[in-house]
């Protein structure tokens, strides 16, 4: 498997390319702006040039970037719902310009005592305008959430839902936030939820649409619905969880990036090396 971090752009995308390669990543992921601004300024060209020539010297492969965290795609504010599906495809055209593998897209929360229903199709529909208005390589994937007050796509049926009203298979994909899914339901710390989550996986959205996990402990009770990430086993999934599921042969294709806190290098680094650990300890 191949794993990465979460890194930063606020020295320079290229720095991000370094700070990865230091780190020693196999795999990063970044924003492709402020994530808490709505805000974008046009990408430079040349630094757009510096960071595909780092790139591809680096070996650094899959690229991810992360949308934003204020956009709603499932709002039921119409000007919210606009903007939100703006940014979207202003970041989704940054990810493809900077040659990204992969494009990471929350789906969003209705509102409280609204349509789940609606909402799935508001997102279906603000995706499909995307797809549709921006062309590119770069796939774009949703990822599964921890189900907090009106969530969509806390289960893999739920997901699986979406994607087919979105109908666009070969430009989208899922990515398994392992934090997530535990606050959701899934008991990832013993062997039974980690098979019921991975059997529910092949039966709904099937392995094939899974190029990418998000590798994060949890700070929440299993179905706490608390999105909250911890070290990898400083949480409640814990390292014997991380290493059964690391064991299984379903998910060695997958690229696995880590989102767990970090006050220096340090944290990081060591969060990497578990998860190497556990998973070479599996693979005996
Ligand atoms: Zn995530
Ligand atoms: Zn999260």
């Given at each position: 498997?191949?794993?990465?971090?979460?890194?930063?752009?606020g020295?320079?995308?290229?720095?991000?390319?370094?700070?990865?390669?230091?780190?020693?990543?196999?795999?990063?992921?970044?924003?492709?702006?402020?994530?808490?601004?709505?805000?974008r300024?046009?990408?430079?060209?040349?630094?757009?040039?510096?960071?595909?020539?780092?790139?591809?010297?680096?070996?650094?492969?899959?690229?991810?970037?992360?949308?934003?965290?204020?956009?709603?795609?499932?709002?039921?504010?119409?000007?919210?719902?606009e903007?939100?599906?703006?940014?979207?495809?202003?970041?989704?055209r940054?990810?493809?310009?900077l040659?990204?593998?992969y494009?990471?897209?929350?789906?969003?929360?209705?509102?409280?005592?609204?349509?789940?229903?609606?909402?799935?199709?508001?997102?279906?529909t603000?995706?499909?305008k995307?797809l549709?208005?921006?062309?590119?390589?770069?796939?774009?994937?949703?990822?599964?959430?921890?189900?907090?007050?009106?969530?969509?796509?806390?289960?893999?049926?739920?997901?699986?839902?979406?994607?087919?009203?979105?109908?666009?298979?070969?430009?989208?994909?899922?990515?398994l936030?392992?934090?997530?899914?535990?606050?959701?339901?899934?008991?990832?710390?013993?062997?039974?939820?980690?098979?019921?989550?991975?059997?529910?996986?092949?039966?709904?959205?099937?392995?094939?649409?899974?190029?990418?996990?998000?590798?994060?402990?949890?700070?929440g009770?299993?179905?706490?619905?608390?999105?909250?990430?911890?070290s990898?086993?400083?949480?409640k999934?814990?390292?014997?969880?991380?290493?059964?599921?690391?064991?299984?042969?379903?998910?060695?294709?997958?690229?696995?990036?880590?989102?767990?806190?970090?006050?220096?290098?340090?944290?990081?680094?060591?969060?990497?090396?578990?998860?190497?650990?556990?998973?070479?300890?599996?693979?005996?």
């Amino acid at each position: 498997m191949r794993f990465g971090l979460h890194v930063s752009i606020g020295k320079g995308l290229t720095k991000a390319v370094e700070a990865a390669t230091i780190l020693g990543c196999d795999c990063f992921q970044i924003f492709a702006g402020n994530p808490r601004g709505w805000k974008r300024k046009p990408l430079d060209p040349s630094e757009v040039e510096e960071f595909k020539k780092k790139l591809k010297s680096s070996g650094l492969r899959p690229v991810v970037v992360h949308l934003s965290y204020l956009p709603n795609p499932a709002s039921d504010d119409p000007e919210l719902y606009e903007k939100s599906i703006l940014a979207i495809g202003e970041d989704y055209r940054r990810a493809i310009e900077l040659g990204a593998d992969y494009f990471v897209v929350h789906p969003g929360r209705v509102g409280k005592g609204k349509n789940m229903e609606e909402g799935i199709l508001r997102v279906a529909t603000g995706i499909r305008k995307v797809l549709s208005v921006v062309q590119g390589n770069t796939l774009f994937l949703l990822e599964n959430q921890a189900g907090a007050g009106t969530e969509i796509a806390r289960s893999f049926s739920e997901m699986e839902r979406i994607l087919r009203e979105i109908n666009r298979p070969e430009r989208m994909g899922v990515c398994l936030d392992t934090c997530h899914a535990f606050a959701a339901g899934y008991n990832l710390s013993s062997q039974e939820g980690i098979d019921e989550l991975l059997s529910e996986v092949d039966e709904t959205i099937g392995f094939s649409s899974i190029p990418l996990m998000h590798l994060n402990d949890a700070v929440g009770e299993v179905g706490s619905h608390l999105d909250r990430h911890a070290s990898i086993g400083e949480g409640k999934i814990g390292k014997e969880g991380f290493g059964l599921l690391l064991s299984d042969p379903r998910v060695h294709q997958l690229a696995g990036i880590l989102e767990t806190p970090r006050t220096s290098d340090d944290d990081d680094l060591r969060n990497l090396a578990i998860l190497r650990e556990l998973f070479r300890g599996g693979e005996k």
